[in-house]
């Protein structure tokens, strides 16, 4: 397998672990929860959707956090359509506070990954990860995905992943756990010459993932067919 095929491998692999989430639905939107049975009719693209919202008994759902939470909750079923929708209304209220349109723009950026692929959250990522650290996560896979390393490095080192013995935590079910987190940072590191970066972040991800078939063995698994020498450390 040359390098090329390689590396497509592993975006390949971050792409699907981003869409299913580890032990999370499939990601197709498909599931029916009550939101989408009274919901209304938004295009769910993330970008200037109609999004009629939750209406249970005739009554709009306009308040913005009780659409963040219920965009959120429809997230868990796997119901990306709809919490695209609400995250979208949320955003667009016209008395929405900045930190309010952070976590909306962090739930489209969560919601259209798990629909479309990280480069469909990018935008929206982009628009939140000052204030919110899932952004910030969000951005590094998705510029993984793109294949710029030296962003997803960067992003992933501001979130403190740099430090093997720190734990990264996502306040939301987004499906990225911190063994993961630091394997990308792994990949990162390879791909823009940091070897020993490399070596010690999926040691770390390694041992925080003891599963035989993860995302972090795969990942190590490609990093050994792009140089075979690293066996002798991992």
């Known amino acids: 397998m040359n390098k090329k095929i390689s590396i497509v491998i592993i975006l ?11 032990g999370a639905s499939s990601g197709t939107g498909r599931y029916v929860v009550p939101s989408e049975i009274s ?3 938004g295009s769910g693209t993330g970008e200037g959707g109609s999004g009629g919202g939750y209406s249970p008994g ?6 913005v956090n009780t659409l963040i939470t219920s965009a959120w909750s429809d997230f868990g079923y796997g119901a990306y359509s709809s919490a695209i929708n609400k995250f979208n209304e949320a955003a667009m209220n ?3 506070t900045a930190t309010q349109l952070a976590e909306a723009n962090n739930g ?5 990954t798990k629909a479309n692929g990280a480069a469909a959250g990018l935008p929206y990522f982009l628009r939140a990860a000052d204030l919110i650290d ?7 896979a998705a510029y993984i995905q793109n294949g710029d390393y030296e962003n997803a490095k960067n992003y992933l080192e501001v979130l403190g992943l740099n430090n093997t013995s720190f734990t990264f935590t996502t306040v939301h079910s987004v499906g990225v756990t911190n063994a993961e987190a630091h394997a990308m940072l792994s990949l990162a ?11 010690d972040q999926i040691k770390c991800a390694t ?6 078939d993860s995302t972090v063995k795969q990942i190590r698994n490609v990093l050994l067919t792009l140089d075979p020498t690293l066996a002798n450390y991992i």
Do not use: H, P
């Open 12 to 22: 390949t692999i971050v792409a699907v672990s981003l869409m299913t989430g580890c």
């Open 39 to 41: 919901g209304g009719s």
């Open 58 to 63: 005739g009554q709009v759902e306009s308040d």
């Open 94 to 96: 016209t008395n929405v």
């Open 108 to 112: 489209l950026g969560w919601a259209l």
């Open 134 to 140: 899932e952004s910030k996560l969000g951005l590094a």
């Open 189 to 199: 590191y390879f791909m823009t010459g940091d070897r020993q970066g490399c070596i």
């Open 207 to 212: 041992a925080n993932d003891l599963s035989s």
